[in-house]
Protein backbone atom coordinates (compact mmCIF):
# COMPACT_ATOMS: atom_id res chain seq x y z
CA UNK A 1 0.00 0.00 0.00
CA UNK A 2 1.41 3.40 -1.12
CA UNK A 3 1.77 6.27 1.13
CA UNK A 4 -0.60 8.05 -1.50
CA UNK A 5 -3.35 5.32 -1.26
CA UNK A 6 -3.52 5.81 2.37
CA UNK A 7 -4.34 9.36 2.16
CA UNK A 8 -7.02 9.42 0.29
CA UNK A 9 -10.48 7.81 1.60
CA UNK A 10 -11.29 4.02 1.22
CA UNK A 11 -13.47 3.48 -1.67
CA UNK A 12 -15.86 1.32 1.06
CA UNK A 13 -15.52 0.61 4.99
CA UNK A 14 -16.75 -2.42 5.72
CA UNK A 15 -18.45 -2.28 9.72
CA UNK A 16 -17.65 -5.64 11.97
CA UNK A 17 -21.18 -6.36 13.50
CA UNK A 18 -20.50 -7.75 17.33
CA UNK A 19 -18.91 -5.44 20.04
CA UNK A 20 -18.37 -3.03 17.36
CA UNK A 21 -21.52 -1.32 16.36
CA UNK A 22 -23.64 -4.10 18.66
CA UNK A 23 -23.23 -4.09 22.49
CA UNK A 24 -22.97 -7.35 23.76
CA UNK A 25 -23.25 -6.28 27.95
CA UNK A 26 -26.95 -7.47 28.16
CA UNK A 27 -25.32 -11.50 26.13
CA UNK A 28 -22.44 -11.25 28.83
CA UNK A 29 -25.36 -10.72 31.15
CA UNK A 30 -27.36 -13.62 30.54
CA UNK A 31 -24.12 -15.55 29.95
CA UNK A 32 -22.86 -14.36 33.56
CA UNK A 33 -26.22 -15.98 35.00
CA UNK A 34 -25.64 -19.22 33.08
CA UNK A 35 -21.66 -19.56 34.77
CA UNK A 36 -23.99 -18.82 38.43
CA UNK A 37 -23.14 -15.58 38.25
CA UNK A 38 -19.30 -16.36 37.85
CA UNK A 39 -18.55 -13.18 36.07
CA UNK A 40 -14.48 -13.91 35.48
CA UNK A 41 -15.72 -16.86 33.51
CA UNK A 42 -17.47 -14.91 30.69
CA UNK A 43 -14.64 -13.44 28.59
CA UNK A 44 -13.01 -16.90 28.86
CA UNK A 45 -16.28 -18.29 27.13
CA UNK A 46 -16.25 -15.41 24.23
CA UNK A 47 -12.43 -16.39 23.74
CA UNK A 48 -13.20 -19.74 23.78
CA UNK A 49 -16.52 -19.22 21.25
CA UNK A 50 -13.29 -17.00 19.42
CA UNK A 51 -11.23 -19.62 19.50
CA UNK A 52 -13.63 -22.72 18.14
CA UNK A 53 -14.47 -20.26 15.19
CA UNK A 54 -11.01 -20.54 13.70
CA UNK A 55 -11.04 -24.44 14.89
CA UNK A 56 -14.08 -24.83 12.97
CA UNK A 57 -12.67 -23.23 9.75
CA UNK A 58 -9.21 -24.82 9.90
CA UNK A 59 -10.34 -28.32 10.65
CA UNK A 60 -13.33 -27.72 7.69
CA UNK A 61 -15.96 -28.29 9.65
CA UNK A 62 -17.80 -24.95 9.54
CA UNK A 63 -21.05 -24.57 12.29
CA UNK A 64 -22.78 -21.46 12.99
CA UNK A 65 -21.61 -18.95 15.32
CA UNK A 66 -24.01 -19.18 18.07
CA UNK A 67 -24.08 -23.07 17.42
CA UNK A 68 -19.71 -22.67 18.34
CA UNK A 69 -20.97 -20.09 21.18
CA UNK A 70 -23.04 -22.54 22.69
CA UNK A 71 -20.85 -25.46 22.83
CA UNK A 72 -18.13 -22.78 24.16
CA UNK A 73 -20.36 -22.60 27.14
CA UNK A 74 -20.97 -25.74 27.62
CA UNK A 75 -17.63 -26.89 28.27
CA UNK A 76 -16.52 -23.41 30.10
CA UNK A 77 -19.32 -24.27 32.65
CA UNK A 78 -17.76 -28.18 32.78
CA UNK A 79 -14.14 -27.40 33.37
CA UNK A 80 -15.25 -25.02 35.93
CA UNK A 81 -17.63 -27.88 37.54
CA UNK A 82 -21.11 -25.95 36.34
CA UNK A 83 -23.77 -27.96 35.07
CA UNK A 84 -25.26 -26.11 32.49
CA UNK A 85 -27.64 -28.00 29.96
CA UNK A 86 -27.68 -27.31 26.43
CA UNK A 87 -30.85 -25.87 26.38
CA UNK A 88 -29.97 -23.50 29.01
CA UNK A 89 -26.87 -22.31 27.04
CA UNK A 90 -29.00 -22.08 23.81
CA UNK A 91 -31.74 -19.69 26.38
CA UNK A 92 -28.75 -17.48 27.49
CA UNK A 93 -27.09 -16.78 24.24
CA UNK A 94 -30.54 -15.24 22.43
CA UNK A 95 -29.50 -11.80 24.17
CA UNK A 96 -27.29 -11.56 21.10
CA UNK A 97 -29.94 -11.81 18.93
CA UNK A 98 -31.71 -8.58 20.24
CA UNK A 99 -28.10 -6.44 21.29
CA UNK A 100 -29.00 -2.75 20.82
CA UNK A 101 -26.10 -0.96 18.99
CA UNK A 102 -23.59 1.68 21.18
CA UNK A 103 -24.36 5.18 21.61
CA UNK A 104 -21.90 6.15 18.86
CA UNK A 105 -23.15 3.38 16.17
CA UNK A 106 -25.85 4.90 14.10
CA UNK A 107 -24.87 8.83 14.66
CA UNK A 108 -21.19 7.21 13.12
CA UNK A 109 -22.90 5.80 10.17
CA UNK A 110 -25.72 8.41 9.31
CA UNK A 111 -22.65 11.25 9.58
CA UNK A 112 -19.88 8.48 7.20
CA UNK A 113 -23.20 8.17 4.70
CA UNK A 114 -24.10 11.94 5.43
CA UNK A 115 -20.21 11.87 4.01
CA UNK A 116 -21.04 10.00 1.02
CA UNK A 117 -18.68 6.89 1.74
CA UNK A 118 -20.08 3.32 1.10
CA UNK A 119 -20.41 1.47 3.86
CA UNK A 120 -20.76 -2.24 4.27
CA UNK A 121 -21.37 -4.71 7.20
CA UNK A 122 -18.57 -8.00 7.23
CA UNK A 123 -19.46 -10.21 10.19
CA UNK A 124 -19.11 -13.99 11.73
CA UNK A 125 -22.67 -14.03 12.52
CA UNK A 126 -24.12 -16.29 10.27
CA UNK A 127 -27.09 -14.81 7.46
CA UNK A 128 -30.42 -14.84 9.40
CA UNK A 129 -28.76 -13.96 13.05
CA UNK A 130 -27.49 -11.00 11.47
CA UNK A 131 -30.28 -9.70 9.92
CA UNK A 132 -32.50 -9.92 12.82
CA UNK A 133 -29.35 -8.48 14.68
CA UNK A 134 -29.46 -4.82 12.56
CA UNK A 135 -33.59 -5.34 12.38
CA UNK A 136 -33.41 -5.53 16.17
CA UNK A 137 -31.04 -2.70 16.40
CA UNK A 138 -32.80 -0.45 14.18
CA UNK A 139 -29.47 -0.52 11.72
CA UNK A 140 -31.16 -2.34 8.85
CA UNK A 141 -30.79 -0.70 5.43
CA UNK A 142 -27.75 1.00 6.18
CA UNK A 143 -25.27 -0.42 4.52
CA UNK A 144 -24.95 -0.84 0.92
CA UNK A 145 -23.74 -4.80 1.73
CA UNK A 146 -24.13 -7.01 4.24
CA UNK A 147 -22.22 -10.00 4.25
CA UNK A 148 -21.99 -12.41 6.53
CA UNK A 149 -18.88 -15.13 6.52
CA UNK A 150 -21.86 -17.40 6.07
CA UNK A 151 -21.47 -17.25 2.06
CA UNK A 152 -17.70 -17.72 2.33
CA UNK A 153 -17.68 -20.93 4.66
CA UNK A 154 -14.73 -19.59 6.70
CA UNK A 155 -15.13 -16.99 9.59
CA UNK A 156 -12.81 -13.88 10.21
CA UNK A 157 -9.85 -13.17 10.40
CA UNK A 158 -9.08 -15.75 7.45
CA UNK A 159 -6.58 -14.85 4.75
CA UNK A 160 -9.30 -15.30 2.27
CA UNK A 161 -12.71 -13.86 3.68
CA UNK A 162 -11.07 -9.92 3.65
CA UNK A 163 -10.01 -10.55 -0.63
CA UNK A 164 -13.44 -11.82 -0.65
CA UNK A 165 -15.69 -9.32 0.55
CA UNK A 166 -13.27 -6.26 -1.38
CA UNK A 167 -14.29 -9.04 -4.82
CA UNK A 168 -18.10 -9.31 -3.15
CA UNK A 169 -18.01 -5.02 -4.02
CA UNK A 170 -15.99 -5.39 -6.99
CA UNK A 171 -13.01 -3.70 -5.47
CA UNK A 172 -9.49 -4.48 -4.58
CA UNK A 173 -8.61 -4.78 -0.79
CA UNK A 174 -6.78 -1.32 -0.16
CA UNK A 175 -9.32 0.20 -1.46
CA UNK A 176 -11.17 -1.10 1.31
CA UNK A 177 -11.38 -0.53 5.48
CA UNK A 178 -12.05 -2.80 7.94
CA UNK A 179 -13.18 -1.60 11.04
CA UNK A 180 -13.31 -3.40 13.97
CA UNK A 181 -12.97 -3.49 17.98
CA UNK A 182 -10.88 -6.72 17.29
CA UNK A 183 -7.20 -7.23 17.35
CA UNK A 184 -7.78 -9.80 15.43
CA UNK A 185 -9.79 -8.98 13.03
CA UNK A 186 -8.08 -5.42 12.27
CA UNK A 187 -4.49 -7.51 12.19
CA UNK A 188 -6.29 -9.86 9.25
CA UNK A 189 -7.52 -6.99 7.18
CA UNK A 190 -4.29 -5.29 7.35
CA UNK A 191 -2.01 -8.46 6.68
CA UNK A 192 -4.16 -9.55 3.65
CA UNK A 193 -4.30 -5.77 1.83
CA UNK A 194 -6.83 -3.89 3.54
CA UNK A 195 -6.64 -0.45 5.37
CA UNK A 196 -7.89 -1.10 9.24
CA UNK A 197 -9.65 1.15 11.83
CA UNK A 198 -9.48 -0.07 14.97
CA UNK A 199 -12.50 1.09 17.68
CA UNK A 200 -10.27 0.86 20.97
CA UNK A 201 -13.66 -0.17 23.16
CA UNK A 202 -12.83 -0.30 26.92
CA UNK A 203 -11.16 -4.37 27.27
CA UNK A 204 -10.08 -4.51 23.86
CA UNK A 205 -6.52 -4.25 22.60
CA UNK A 206 -4.78 -4.55 19.38
CA UNK A 207 -2.58 -7.49 18.49
CA UNK A 208 1.54 -6.82 19.24
CA UNK A 209 2.52 -9.10 16.60
CA UNK A 210 0.33 -7.32 13.91
CA UNK A 211 0.83 -3.69 12.27
CA UNK A 212 -1.09 -0.80 14.14
CA UNK A 213 -3.92 0.07 11.73
CA UNK A 214 -3.80 3.98 10.50
CA UNK A 215 -6.44 5.02 12.44
CA UNK A 216 -7.16 4.20 16.44
CA UNK A 217 -9.59 5.35 18.11
CA UNK A 218 -11.75 5.45 21.38
CA UNK A 219 -14.86 5.58 20.03
CA UNK A 220 -16.89 5.23 16.43
CA UNK A 221 -17.30 9.06 16.41
CA UNK A 222 -13.59 9.24 16.48
CA UNK A 223 -13.37 6.89 13.71
CA UNK A 224 -16.00 8.84 11.38
CA UNK A 225 -14.01 12.17 12.47
CA UNK A 226 -10.54 10.46 11.24
CA UNK A 227 -12.49 9.52 7.91
CA UNK A 228 -14.42 12.55 7.21
CA UNK A 229 -11.12 14.58 7.63
CA UNK A 230 -9.46 12.92 4.93
CA UNK A 231 -9.48 14.72 1.74
CA UNK A 232 -11.12 12.48 -1.74
CA UNK B 1 -13.04 -45.98 8.89
CA UNK B 2 -14.23 -49.31 9.32
CA UNK B 3 -14.95 -51.19 12.63
CA UNK B 4 -12.67 -53.52 11.91
CA UNK B 5 -9.94 -51.09 11.70
CA UNK B 6 -11.32 -49.89 15.06
CA UNK B 7 -10.97 -52.81 16.61
CA UNK B 8 -7.19 -53.74 15.88
CA UNK B 9 -4.33 -51.94 17.12
CA UNK B 10 -3.57 -48.26 15.70
CA UNK B 11 -0.15 -48.50 13.63
CA UNK B 12 1.15 -45.35 15.35
CA UNK B 13 0.30 -43.43 18.54
CA UNK B 14 0.83 -39.64 18.26
CA UNK B 15 1.04 -37.89 22.08
CA UNK B 16 0.24 -34.17 21.93
CA UNK B 17 2.99 -32.88 24.51
CA UNK B 18 1.65 -29.78 26.47
CA UNK B 19 -0.58 -30.35 28.73
CA UNK B 20 -0.93 -33.94 27.51
CA UNK B 21 2.84 -35.06 28.52
CA UNK B 22 4.02 -32.37 30.24
CA UNK B 23 2.41 -30.26 32.86
CA UNK B 24 2.19 -26.78 32.53
CA UNK B 25 1.43 -25.83 36.48
CA UNK B 26 4.47 -24.18 37.03
CA UNK B 27 4.14 -21.76 33.88
CA UNK B 28 0.43 -21.39 35.04
CA UNK B 29 1.98 -20.29 38.63
CA UNK B 30 4.17 -17.91 36.96
CA UNK B 31 1.86 -16.41 34.16
CA UNK B 32 0.00 -15.62 37.55
CA UNK B 33 2.52 -13.78 38.88
CA UNK B 34 2.71 -11.54 35.87
CA UNK B 35 -1.06 -11.04 36.14
CA UNK B 36 -0.54 -9.71 39.92
CA UNK B 37 -1.95 -12.90 41.26
CA UNK B 38 -4.77 -12.64 39.44
CA UNK B 39 -5.55 -16.60 38.94
CA UNK B 40 -8.88 -16.12 36.84
CA UNK B 41 -7.15 -14.47 34.07
CA UNK B 42 -4.55 -17.73 33.07
CA UNK B 43 -7.47 -19.58 31.59
CA UNK B 44 -8.07 -16.66 29.69
CA UNK B 45 -4.89 -16.44 28.55
CA UNK B 46 -4.21 -19.90 27.35
CA UNK B 47 -7.98 -19.77 25.43
CA UNK B 48 -6.84 -16.55 23.96
CA UNK B 49 -2.89 -18.21 23.02
CA UNK B 50 -4.73 -21.10 21.32
CA UNK B 51 -7.03 -18.29 19.44
CA UNK B 52 -4.43 -16.32 18.43
CA UNK B 53 -2.25 -19.59 17.05
CA UNK B 54 -5.33 -19.82 15.14
CA UNK B 55 -5.16 -16.63 13.92
CA UNK B 56 -1.54 -17.06 12.66
CA UNK B 57 -2.91 -20.12 10.91
CA UNK B 58 -5.79 -18.55 9.16
CA UNK B 59 -4.33 -15.07 8.69
CA UNK B 60 -1.39 -17.28 7.29
CA UNK B 61 1.15 -15.52 9.72
CA UNK B 62 2.57 -18.33 11.80
CA UNK B 63 4.89 -17.28 14.51
CA UNK B 64 6.42 -19.23 17.20
CA UNK B 65 3.39 -20.52 19.81
CA UNK B 66 5.70 -18.81 22.69
CA UNK B 67 5.68 -15.80 21.12
CA UNK B 68 2.00 -15.61 20.47
CA UNK B 69 1.60 -16.59 24.31
CA UNK B 70 3.82 -13.81 25.03
CA UNK B 71 1.94 -11.42 22.99
CA UNK B 72 -1.57 -12.91 24.43
CA UNK B 73 -0.11 -12.83 28.14
CA UNK B 74 0.48 -8.30 26.93
CA UNK B 75 -3.06 -8.18 25.63
CA UNK B 76 -4.75 -9.63 28.49
CA UNK B 77 -2.66 -8.06 31.15
CA UNK B 78 -3.79 -4.82 28.83
CA UNK B 79 -7.28 -5.41 28.93
CA UNK B 80 -7.72 -5.81 32.59
CA UNK B 81 -5.59 -2.90 33.42
CA UNK B 82 -2.28 -4.27 34.49
CA UNK B 83 1.17 -3.20 33.21
CA UNK B 84 3.27 -5.96 32.06
CA UNK B 85 6.00 -5.29 29.72
CA UNK B 86 6.87 -7.58 27.00
CA UNK B 87 10.01 -8.32 28.84
CA UNK B 88 8.19 -9.32 31.99
CA UNK B 89 5.91 -11.35 29.64
CA UNK B 90 8.83 -13.20 28.24
CA UNK B 91 10.13 -14.19 31.39
CA UNK B 92 7.17 -15.37 32.58
CA UNK B 93 6.90 -17.75 30.45
CA UNK B 94 10.31 -19.36 30.71
CA UNK B 95 8.86 -22.26 32.67
CA UNK B 96 7.30 -23.87 29.53
CA UNK B 97 11.04 -24.58 28.62
CA UNK B 98 11.23 -27.23 31.89
CA UNK B 99 7.39 -28.11 32.46
CA UNK B 100 7.96 -31.48 34.02
CA UNK B 101 6.25 -34.41 33.37
CA UNK B 102 2.87 -35.59 34.23
CA UNK B 103 3.52 -38.50 36.82
CA UNK B 104 1.68 -40.70 34.27
CA UNK B 105 3.35 -39.98 31.17
CA UNK B 106 6.90 -42.26 31.52
CA UNK B 107 5.03 -45.00 32.84
CA UNK B 108 2.56 -45.01 30.17
CA UNK B 109 5.10 -44.38 27.49
CA UNK B 110 6.89 -47.64 28.75
CA UNK B 111 4.11 -49.97 28.93
CA UNK B 112 3.35 -48.81 25.21
CA UNK B 113 6.39 -49.18 24.00
CA UNK B 114 7.09 -52.29 25.43
CA UNK B 115 3.85 -53.64 23.88
CA UNK B 116 5.08 -52.53 21.11
CA UNK B 117 3.47 -49.93 20.02
CA UNK B 118 4.98 -47.11 17.69
CA UNK B 119 5.34 -43.75 19.59
CA UNK B 120 5.08 -40.56 17.58
CA UNK B 121 4.76 -37.10 19.09
CA UNK B 122 2.83 -33.85 17.32
CA UNK B 123 3.22 -30.73 18.79
CA UNK B 124 2.24 -27.14 18.72
CA UNK B 125 5.38 -26.02 20.16
CA UNK B 126 8.11 -25.29 17.20
CA UNK B 127 11.08 -27.58 16.80
CA UNK B 128 14.14 -26.13 19.26
CA UNK B 129 11.14 -25.62 22.16
CA UNK B 130 10.21 -29.09 21.19
CA UNK B 131 13.48 -30.09 21.95
CA UNK B 132 14.51 -28.74 25.08
CA UNK B 133 11.00 -29.61 26.42
CA UNK B 134 11.60 -33.09 25.87
CA UNK B 135 15.27 -33.07 27.10
CA UNK B 136 14.09 -31.29 30.68
CA UNK B 137 11.47 -33.46 30.95
CA UNK B 138 13.58 -36.63 30.50
CA UNK B 139 11.33 -37.56 27.62
CA UNK B 140 13.94 -37.16 24.65
CA UNK B 141 14.67 -40.42 23.10
CA UNK B 142 11.33 -41.58 24.01
CA UNK B 143 9.80 -41.44 20.73
CA UNK B 144 10.25 -42.88 16.62
CA UNK B 145 9.48 -39.34 15.48
CA UNK B 146 9.27 -35.83 16.98
CA UNK B 147 6.91 -33.66 15.05
CA UNK B 148 6.18 -29.93 15.14
CA UNK B 149 4.07 -28.00 13.29
CA UNK B 150 6.36 -25.46 12.66
CA UNK B 151 7.62 -28.14 9.73
CA UNK B 152 4.05 -27.68 8.21
CA UNK B 153 3.06 -24.18 8.93
CA UNK B 154 -0.13 -24.27 10.54
CA UNK B 155 -1.15 -24.93 14.01
CA UNK B 156 -3.41 -27.84 14.92
CA UNK B 157 -6.01 -28.73 14.53
CA UNK B 158 -5.75 -27.35 10.83
CA UNK B 159 -7.50 -30.38 8.84
CA UNK B 160 -4.08 -30.60 7.15
CA UNK B 161 -1.67 -31.61 10.10
CA UNK B 162 -3.00 -34.77 10.57
CA UNK B 163 -2.49 -36.04 7.09
CA UNK B 164 0.55 -34.58 7.05
CA UNK B 165 1.90 -36.11 10.49
CA UNK B 166 0.61 -39.94 8.71
CA UNK B 167 2.48 -38.81 5.76
CA UNK B 168 5.56 -38.21 7.56
CA UNK B 169 5.69 -41.76 9.07
CA UNK B 170 4.42 -43.70 5.67
CA UNK B 171 0.59 -44.63 7.01
CA UNK B 172 -2.61 -43.15 6.08
CA UNK B 173 -4.32 -40.69 8.76
CA UNK B 174 -6.70 -44.00 9.76
CA UNK B 175 -3.05 -45.99 11.11
CA UNK B 176 -2.72 -43.44 13.57
CA UNK B 177 -4.37 -42.56 16.94
CA UNK B 178 -3.94 -38.93 18.40
CA UNK B 179 -3.34 -38.95 21.90
CA UNK B 180 -4.28 -35.27 23.64
CA UNK B 181 -5.95 -33.61 26.22
CA UNK B 182 -7.59 -30.93 24.43
CA UNK B 183 -10.88 -31.33 22.82
CA UNK B 184 -10.14 -29.57 19.64
CA UNK B 185 -7.18 -31.50 19.20
CA UNK B 186 -9.06 -34.84 19.17
CA UNK B 187 -11.86 -33.52 16.90
CA UNK B 188 -9.68 -32.43 14.72
CA UNK B 189 -7.86 -36.02 14.30
CA UNK B 190 -11.40 -37.21 14.21
CA UNK B 191 -12.74 -35.05 11.43
CA UNK B 192 -9.70 -35.33 9.19
CA UNK B 193 -9.48 -39.42 9.57
CA UNK B 194 -7.34 -40.28 12.31
CA UNK B 195 -8.40 -42.14 15.30
CA UNK B 196 -7.96 -40.59 19.00
CA UNK B 197 -7.84 -40.78 22.50
CA UNK B 198 -8.66 -38.13 24.80
CA UNK B 199 -7.00 -37.52 28.33
CA UNK B 200 -9.36 -35.92 30.45
CA UNK B 201 -7.22 -34.25 32.72
CA UNK B 202 -8.91 -32.27 35.42
CA UNK B 203 -10.43 -29.02 33.36
CA UNK B 204 -10.23 -30.29 30.35
CA UNK B 205 -13.19 -31.13 28.00
CA UNK B 206 -14.17 -32.82 24.98
CA UNK B 207 -15.88 -30.42 22.16
CA UNK B 208 -19.46 -30.94 21.72
CA UNK B 209 -19.53 -30.59 18.21
CA UNK B 210 -17.16 -33.26 17.31
CA UNK B 211 -17.85 -37.02 17.27
CA UNK B 212 -16.99 -39.09 20.78
CA UNK B 213 -13.35 -40.53 20.51
CA UNK B 214 -12.98 -44.76 21.14
CA UNK B 215 -10.94 -43.96 24.23
CA UNK B 216 -11.93 -41.12 26.33
CA UNK B 217 -9.58 -42.26 30.19
CA UNK B 218 -8.86 -39.66 32.94
CA UNK B 219 -4.97 -39.92 32.66
CA UNK B 220 -2.50 -42.01 30.25
CA UNK B 221 -2.21 -45.05 32.25
CA UNK B 222 -5.80 -45.65 31.43
CA UNK B 223 -5.40 -45.00 27.95
CA UNK B 224 -2.15 -47.43 27.60
CA UNK B 225 -4.44 -50.06 29.06
CA UNK B 226 -7.56 -49.50 26.64
CA UNK B 227 -4.58 -49.54 23.94
CA UNK B 228 -3.29 -52.84 25.58
CA UNK B 229 -6.41 -54.78 25.78
CA UNK B 230 -6.89 -54.36 21.76
CA UNK B 231 -5.34 -57.26 20.23
CA UNK B 232 -2.92 -56.89 17.20
Redesign the interface.
Known amino acids: MTDGKKKGRPRILFFDLNETLLDLSEVRESVKNAFEGRN?LV??WF??L???S????????F?PFD??GI?AM??VA???GLDLS?DRAREAIQPIMSAPPHPDALPALKRLKDAEFQIGLLTNSFQKVMERQLENAGLAGMFHINLSVEEAG??K???DIYGWAASRVGKWPDACMMIAAH??DV??AL??GMRAAFVARP???L????PVPEIVEPDLEGVANRLIEMGE
Open positions: EPLSSLHYLVATVAGQKEISMMRSNEIYPHRGWAGWNGQEYPLA
